[in-house]
């Protein structure tokens, strides 16, 4: 089965500092991938995909993914930190052939000033 | 935003009780997803559904069953509550599964005591 590995279940940074959040998928044939984020007591909202088009994507926020199929990793970044970017984030994954998304178990972004 | 509606928002009940979360959507998208998030597991998809009357197990069925009688609504039934249902619920819609992002509800809070 597709299984989505998040490393760090929290990641603390400054506010300016670069944020890395790191995710692994298992899988021989690159799925979809996507990231989304959870602000408290709120559902998920879409970040950005990897659909096949380009391996870098830039996503909304700021934030941006770069696939690299040699590492199976699709990991998030942003340059700079914001307070505003405090929130658990998920890696998500769709396989090639189905229709259902796989989900990591989530990091929580914390940010302090 | 994606036109998706759940409710209820919050919940307390029962043990043993039978309990109908409901999730309706206004995008006219063909698959409805039906997920549980609890702390450490990320979000489990539940069941859910590719069209009217049709609809398939995920992850964490047991205990769980569905209906979709129409396109726009999608109906979650625990058949008899238990502690172990303590958790948020979350659908979400998408318009083609294989490759299409998919859209998220608010969530319903569900206490089964």
């Known amino acids: 089965a597709q299984s989505v590995t998040q490393l760090g279940s929290h990641v603390s940074v400054s506010e300016g500092a670069l944020v890395l959040l790191r995710c692994n998928y298992s899988s021989s044939v690159p799925p979809y991938l996507f990231w989304y984020v959870q602000y408290p007591n709120q559902g998920l909202q879409l970040l950005l995909k990897y659909t096949s088009a380009a391996t870098l994507v830039k996503g909304i926020n700021g934030f941006e993914a770069e696939f690299k199929k040699s590492e199976t990793s699709f990991h998030l970044t942003k340059p700079s930190a914001h307070m505003s970017d405090a929130a658990e984030y998920f890696c998500a994954v769709i396989p090639s052939g189905y229709s259902t998304l796989t989900f990591g178990k989530g990091t929580m972004l914390l940010v302090s000033p | 935003d994606a036109g998706i509606t759940q409710s209820p928002r919050h919940k307390v009940t029962e043990t043993g009780t039978p309990v109908t979360l409901r999730c309706h959507q206004t995008e006219n998208h063909r698959y409805m997803y039906w997920y549980r998030q609890d702390p450490g597991h990320g979000l489990r998809l539940i069941h859910y559904?590719?069209?009217?009357?049709?609809?398939d197990k995920g992850e964490v069925s047991d205990g769980y069953s569905v209906s979709r009688s129409k396109t726009e609504d999608f109906l979650l039934t625990l058949e008899s509550a238990t502690s172990s249902q303590t958790s948020v619920y979350f659908c979400?819609?998408?318009?083609?599964?294989?490759?299409?992002?998919?859209?998220f509800g608010q969530g319903t809070r569900l206490t089964v005591v």
């Open positions: 559904s590719y069209g009217v009357k049709d609809t």
């Open positions: 979400a819609i998408s318009a083609s599964g294989k490759g299409s992002e998919a859209f």
